[in-house]
T-cell receptor, first 114, second 114 residues
Framework: NAGVTQTPKFQVLKTGQSMTLQCAQDMNHEYMSWYRQDPGMGLRLIHYSVGAGITDQGEVPNGYNVSRSTTEDFPLRLLSAAPSQTSVYFC?????????????FGEGSWLTVV | AQSVTQLDSHVSVSEGTPVLLRCNYSSSYSPSLFWYVQHPNKGLQLLLKYTSAATLVKGINGFEAEFKKSETSFHLTKPSAHMSDAAEYFCVVSDQNSGYALNFGKGTSLLVTP
């Protein structure tokens, strides 16, 4: 099993450009989430999905778009990148909605918007 | 809503001395609590988790944490610090029915000096 795979690992964007961060998991997990990590802020939830076709907003959803067409994939789209979106992004997946089950994180995607 | 407060943004210890990283939580229900570690430019690794079983939780690499409901605390300890323990540590809480949505503390940076 590859677990949770994020691509790209590093990306530099210009302000106004669009891009998609890819996230894929091969564990047949229903639940997937995107977080961003900023210095001194911990990780904050951007969007999450509880199954194919179902997504919802987290704490900091503005400027991001998601969709979940398959169980395996949960891409995060930046439609018009802004310097405030410079951050490290983590994708996560889990089998159950109940806490205590293992949550698997990807290795992270470092994004810089100039 | 659940939240956690990490009481120290930076902690410095000497190698071989005890480690104490403090975390207080706020939750309307019985929470699930976690500690994650992140080494520089790396992903997240689960150290340990509390899910309403034993209040003293043992994790990997000699770390443990004690859930104290009366004090709403979940402090992380290790009897003897090692140089390899230098990293960022996150206290995390989730609701029992929304385990896929984690609320992270802002992190504590642990420095271990020779």
């Amino acid at each position: 099993n590859a677990g949770v795979t994020q691509t790209p690992k590093f990306q530099v964007l210009k302000t106004g450009q669009s891009m998609t961060l890819q996230c894929a998991q091969d564990m047949n997990h229903e639940y997937m989430s995107w977080y961003r990590q900023d210095p001194g802020m911990g990780l904050r939830l951007i969007h999450y999905s509880v199954g194919a076709g179902i997504t919802d907003q987290g704490e900091v959803p503005n400027g991001y778009n998601v969709s979940r067409s398959t169980t395996e994939d949960f891409p995060l789209r930046l439609l018009s990148a802004a310097p405030s979106q410079t951050s490290v992004y983590f994708c996560a997946s889990s089998y159950s909605r109940f806490s205590g089950n293992t949550i698997y994180f990807g290795e992270g995607s470092w994004l810089t918007v100039v | 809503a659940q939240s956690v407060t990490q009481l120290d943004s930076h902690v410095s210890v000497s190698e071989g001395t005890p480690v104490l990283l403090r975390c207080n939580y706020s939750s309307s229900y019985s929470p699930s609590l976690f500690w994650y570690v992140q080494h520089p430019n790396k992903g997240l690794q689960l150290l340990l988790k509390y899910t309403s079983a034993a209040t003293l939780v043992k994790g990997i690499n000699g770390f443990e944490a004690e859930f104290k409901k009366s004090e709403t605390s979940f402090h992380l300890t290790k009897p003897s610090a090692h140089m390899s323990d230098a990293a960022e540590y996150f206290c995390v809480v989730s609701d029992q029915n929304s385990g896929y949505a984690l609320n992270f503390g802002k992190g504590t940076s642990l420095l271990v000096t020779p």
